[in-house]
Structures are given as C-alpha cells and as structure tokens.
C-alpha cells in the first residue's frame, strides 16, 4: 500500500485529503506543521512513497521544509500545494525540490491524478534499479554522466542526486544542447506555465543546477547564460 504524508494546518482540508485518499486506497498520515514532517522524515525516518506539502504552514513555511528535506538527501517525490495568484511561489518551490504542484483551491480527482502520476514515476525507477528495464541510458560528457534512471548525476566519484523536476530540465537541456533555449519557452515545456510569470525566477533554478554540473559554478562552461534570451547547455566547451 502507498504511503502518503500530507503537510496542510487547515484541518478540515487535511482530514478531508486523508478521507478521500484512504478510499483510493492509500495510507494517509497527516501532520499539520513543517517541524511536524521534518520530525517524521529525518528524526523517526518514517518512509512515505508521496508528500503532499503546503506552502502556507505555520513555523517553517513549506519552501524551507522541502529544502531541509533535499539537504538531508530525503528524496520522496513531493507535491507542493501552492497560492493561486502566486506564479513565482511555483518557481520557488521546484528551486527548493519540488516534484510538482497544485494551486489551491483545487479538484480533487485532480490532486488523485499527480499523486499518481509521482508514484508512476517512482514505481518505473525503482523497476530499473531492480533490473528488469533495458539497461540504464545514460548522458555523459567529460567526466560527468547524468543518469536518467538512476536519477542522478555523477560527477568523478561525486553523486549527486536529483529531484524529478531537475531532471526534466536536465533532460530538455541535453535534447537541445548547444542551442539557446529561451527561459519563457522553458517555462512552457517543463514546468507547464503559461502564465506570465517573471521569467527571471529561473534563474534560482539555474543556479542550483550549475552547482552540481560546473566545476566553478561562478564561471559556468555547460549551463551558459545567453544575455536577452536565457541559457545554453554545452556538453563539450
Ligand atoms: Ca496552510
């Protein structure tokens, strides 16, 4: 049975979350703070297969949480509940490891269908960790190897691993390297954005991204900056 930790105050919402996921089958724990969930995760190392993580909490807001998480190396995919009418809290959330979000107020079938679509993803990676998919396809260039299976990059004898959403982008870099990719037409193709969000948001995303892939993040040799326009991924500068 899937395990599911919904972090969410508002206790009418949470417990109404937890009626209707345990009909669907799921195990439901519901804790209403941040410092709550990071108990649970890191402290008591409960396992869960999907979080459900409001921004809006009380104590430590969902943005830090979910970046305690990811530099404790708690990689449960995670699925953020975010404000409507707040496009960069998105960016902000995906920039600290988020999975995916949901503006409030939202459907529920709709809720139903990300979280699955989180435990699809986990249940294909974990197939091919266990061997029984084709052999692991990887991207490697120089010394680094980023390992669409695997989830992670490897770096020498570094391991870097990455969230679902690092490697969408990672992914849509490699297929357009050595092309300029604008940030809006970014926003679009990965993260699904059509709103006018300020695109300068990214950049945070960016940042994160060239810790892990640059030798010397401030001067960046794979994930260029292309003034006016956004980015270009170079495999071999
Ligand atoms: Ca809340």
Known sequence: MNRILIVEDELHLAEGLRFNLEAEGYEVTVTESGEGALDLLLEKRRTFDVI???????????????????????????????ARGHPDDVLRGFAAGADDYLTKPFELPILIARIRGLLRRREWLVASLAGSAPPPSQFVFGDKTLDWERQELRVRNEVFPLTLMEMNVLRYLVEHRDKNVARKKMLEEVWGLHEDTDTRAIDNFIVRLRKYLEDDPAKPRHLQTVRGVGYRFVPFP
């Open 52 to 82: 459900v993580l409001d921004v809006m909490l009380p104590g430590k807001d969902g943005f830090t949480v979910m970046a305690e998480l990811r530099q404790a190396g708690q990689y449960v995919p995670t699925l953020m509940l975010t």
